[in-house]
């Protein structure tokens, strides 16, 4: 195609191995695709393709986990009562129903301490350990997906005869390891000393390996408590946290994410069951976007407007009650959407962007009015909207707690970790951030940060880009592409839908739906007519929508099955 905008870019150059494309064992398109994602080897095309879970990677390469193993055969031993400290959003949820149920199975005690997010915020605290020994219930507290860079926490254990502690974590390390205390035992693929195969699982998927290698490791006396799918049908549970924390879905998260969708079809999780039940109705196959736009935003919503207790009931209780769960995290979704739209719509009417994108590549912004629990999506929405990243803070007694959302150019954990004299704490990752600090420590922290990402991001890096994978025609289309691109679900964070290109398409058709929200097109190429859809269409694009025009097109090839019939339909994303 000649004259591509400037803004779509085709996302490498990398082509098919020549070999491969001679033997035809895989389609030209679906060798093509592979390669824009680094894959252009035999055993590397066999080993995206085979998600059997015979491939995942034995939990023995986690740091700490052997020694973890060994702690709870003592608990079993001693009958110890064990607490479980968890995280208020999905991932965190999920890892302490899969350890509680798991321990429970066992036979031992255990009690799930949930913080809450607006009184006591993220991570394993001082106070929570001083309430544990006042207490003197619990012989041994597991952490999940929380517990490595706490270093208050680290040297009260030191000074203090704490229970013993696990923590099943998979947050980036910024602590020393040789400060880690004896007692304190780190189960976390990030760590620097870590030889596990692959560094992006969830914290539920760490978890899933600890209960892994525990079940392993114990005698033929507990393991006949345990049906043989047992760990399979946890895949269902850890695919949705994947998918809600947003891992990239690659390698054995690929395999996590497909396996699990397959479970969640039959899960034997009641409360899982009835969500599902509520909210799919009759829909026989749920995949990536089910996960993660409807099931996850509401085991999330909980924890962001009130009590995270709420997402942790429902998939560990059974009964009646079930219904009522759900209900009341439908009600918790509505509520959070809510307050998400009125804080974003406020700083959108409050604030310049074109000037903020020029000036400062970079929005940072606090209020005492904003609700903490959807800073993070409201975020999540400017950073997609400008294509800048942006940390929201809410200011309370002095205080801000905040998070962060960013964009692929804009590593915000690294450029954090230069201010982090200016924080009580903070953690995250290249995309997401957690910050809390004193408010008169904002100040310093705007105008570092805003210099950094001044230095670091051009107005080129904030241009929105179309990223696309491949030329195509309309013919191929028609030769079954769909079936190609299936082999490449589920889609997500670093394996992408792909996007194709195509030139030359007459506008045979076309009309406004949604009170001219949407446009619905019939385009043609080569004699071969297929159906389009251009969502949220703007100005700019409507003026070239024009009857007999044609047109050159950047759109996902999306497959629907209504009453049995398959149909193929394009999502335009772009056009000229």
Request: positive net charge; glycine residues 6%; hydrophobic residues 40%.
């Amino acid at each position: 195609m000649k004259n591509i905008p400037s803004n779509w870019i085709c996302r490498n150059e990398r082509k098919p191995d020549e070999n491969l494309l001679r033997n035809k064992r895989y389609s030209p398109v679906l060798l093509e695709i592979l390669a824009k994602r680094g894959i252009t080897t035999e055993d590397g095309i066999t080993k995206f393709l085979n998600t059997s879970i015979t491939n995942l990677y034995e939990p023995a390469g986690l740091h700490g986990i052997n020694k973890a193993v060994e702690r709870i055969k003592q608990s079993l031993k001693k009958n110890e009562r064990i607490i479980i400290f968890g995280d208020y959003d999905a991932d965190g949820i999920i890892s302490a129903t899969i350890i509680y149920k798991f321990l429970k199975k066992l036979g031992l005690e255990a009690d799930v301490y949930i913080p809450d997010r607006f009184e006591e915020g993220y991570d394993l605290s001082t106070g929570f350990l001083k309430r544990v020994l006042k207490e003197c219930k619990h012989d041994l507290i597991i952490a999940v997906d929380c517990g490595t860079n706490c270093t208050k926490v680290h040297d009260f254990v030191k000074k203090n005869q704490c229970p013993d502690i696990i923590v099943c974590d998979h947050h980036n390390q910024s602590i020393n390891l040789s400060d880690i205390p004896e007692r304190y035992i780190i189960i976390n693929p990030k760590l620097e000393n870590s030889e596990y195969e692959f560094k992006y699982l969830s914290g539920a998927a760490v978890t899933f390996k600890f209960v892994t290698a525990i079940l392993r490791n114990l005698d033929d006396k507990y393991k006949k408590s345990f049906e043989k799918d047992y760990l399979t049908n946890l895949l269902d549970l850890v695919a949705i946290s994947t998918i809600a924390d947003i891992m990239p879905l690659v390698d054995e998260n690929r395999i996590i994410v497909k396996k699990g969708l397959n479970i969640l079809q039959k899960t034997k999780n009641p409360g899982l069951k009835r969500m599902i039940d509520n909210l799919f109705e009759g829909k026989k196959l749920l995949d990536e976007y089910d996960v993660g736009f409807i099931i996850a935003p509401r085991l999330n919503a909980a924890g962001r407007v009130k009590k995270a207790e709420t997402g942790f009931n429902l998939l560990t209780k059974d009964g009646d009650i079930l219904d009522e769960i759900v209900s009341e995290l439908n009600i918790f979704n509505d509520k959070r959407q809510r307050t998400q739209k009125k804080i974003f719509d406020e700083i959108i009417k409050n604030n310049d962007f074109d000037s903020i994108i020029s000036e400062k590549r970079i929005f940072i912004g606090k209020s005492e009015n904003w609700n903490e629990g959807v800073l993070g999506i409201v975020a999540s929405d400017i950073a997609k909207e400008f294509n800048i990243p942006a940390i929201l803070f809410r200011e309370f007694k002095g205080k801000l707690k905040g998070s962060g959302r960013s964009t692929g150019k804009f590593d915000l954990y690294e450029n954090l970790v230069r201010l982090d004299n200016l924080f009580d704490s903070f953690g995250g990752h290249r995309l997401a951030c957690g910050i809390r600090m004193d408010v008169i420590n904002y100040g310093a922290f705007y105008g570092s940060l805003i210099e950094i990402a001044r230095e670091t991001l051009t107005i080129s890096d904030i241009e929105k880009k179309n990223i696309y994978d491949m030329e195509i025609s309309f013919k191929e289309i028609r030769k079954g592409i769909s079936k190609n691109i299936n082999m490449l679900k589920p889609f997500g964070y670093e394996n992408p839908k792909p996007v194709f290109i195509t030139g030359d398409c007459e506008i045979v058709d076309f009309s406004y739906i949604s009170g001219g929200k949407h446009v619905k097109l019939k385009l043609k190429q080569d004699e071969i007519i297929v159906d389009a859809l251009i969502f949220k269409a703007d100005e700019r694009i409507k003026t070239k929508i024009i009857k007999n025009k044609k047109v050159n097109i950047l759109y996902k090839i999306e497959e629907n099955n209504w009453g049995g019939l398959k149909t193929t339909q394009l999502i335009v994303l772009d056009l000229f």
